[in-house]
């Protein structure tokens, strides 16, 4: 197995993604954290890791609240004892369910949310305290994901 003997935390884990993500890694020998503000999406996803053979943590988890990041890493030692990947699958678009949105009639609310899910989120993740310390392990992972409209990978976007 692939992933065996490793422990992930997966944020978005609930649908999409986030979900298909958690249970591949389950399968391939992962111990997955499911977190999610989406708390009975998450339950299914766990179910999911669960029918793939794998050992899951549900968190609920809003990834702009810096202590409830701070909680996703406490609740994933306590009961895997380590963290090796981090998936930062977490994040929105503009508009209901990724339609397109006019933007004379977006509340600044709702793109102040955007940004912080796909910003902030991703800062509070990686570059701060209790996740830090873990990312200076070398076996550490913590990819950034995005389905947006972008044809390539950094630099030559």
Same mark, same amino acid.
């Not at 391939?28 to 503000?37: M, P, R, S």
């Not at 406490?74 to 006019?102: C, E, H, R, S, Y």
């Not at 600044?108 to 209790?130: C, I, M, S, T, Y």
């Given at each position: 197995?692939l992933? @065996?003997?490793? +422990? ?6 609930a ?5 298909a993500?958690s %249970? ?19 339950? @299914?996803? #766990? ?7 794998g050992?899951? #943590?549900?968190?609920k ?22 963290l090796?990947?981090?998936?930062? !699958?977490?994040?929105?678009v +503009?508009?209901a %369910?990724?339609?397109?949105? !006019?933007l &004379?009639?977006?509340a &600044?609310?709702?793109?102040?949310? +955007?940004v912080?899910?796909?910003?902030k989120?991703v800062? #509070? ?9 873990w990312?200076? %392990?070398?076996? +550490? ?9 972008g044809?390539?990978?950094w630099p030559?976007?």
């Amino acid at each position: 197995m692939l992933l @065996e003997n490793r +422990v992930a935390i997966v944020t978005g884990g609930a649908k999409g993604m986030g979900r298909a993500i958690s %249970q591949l890694f389950a399968k391939e020998g992962a111990k997955v954290t499911i977190a999610d503000i989406d708390l009975p999406g998450a339950e @299914e996803t #766990l179910r999911g890791v669960q029918a793939a053979g794998g050992e899951g #943590l549900v968190v609920k988890c809003d990834v702009t609240d810096s202590g409830q990041v701070r909680e996703t890493v406490a609740a994933t030692l306590a009961a895997f004892g380590k963290l090796d990947i981090l998936v930062n !699958n977490a994040g929105a678009v +503009v508009g209901a %369910q990724g339609k397109p949105t !006019n933007l &004379e009639i977006l509340a &600044e609310d709702a793109w102040d949310r +955007v940004v912080d899910l796909n910003l902030k989120g991703v800062f #509070l993740r990686q570059d701060r305290q209790p996740i830090l310390p873990w990312c200076y %392990q070398p076996s +550490v992972t913590a990819p950034a994901l995005s389905c947006g409209e972008g044809r390539g990978t950094w630099p030559h976007l």
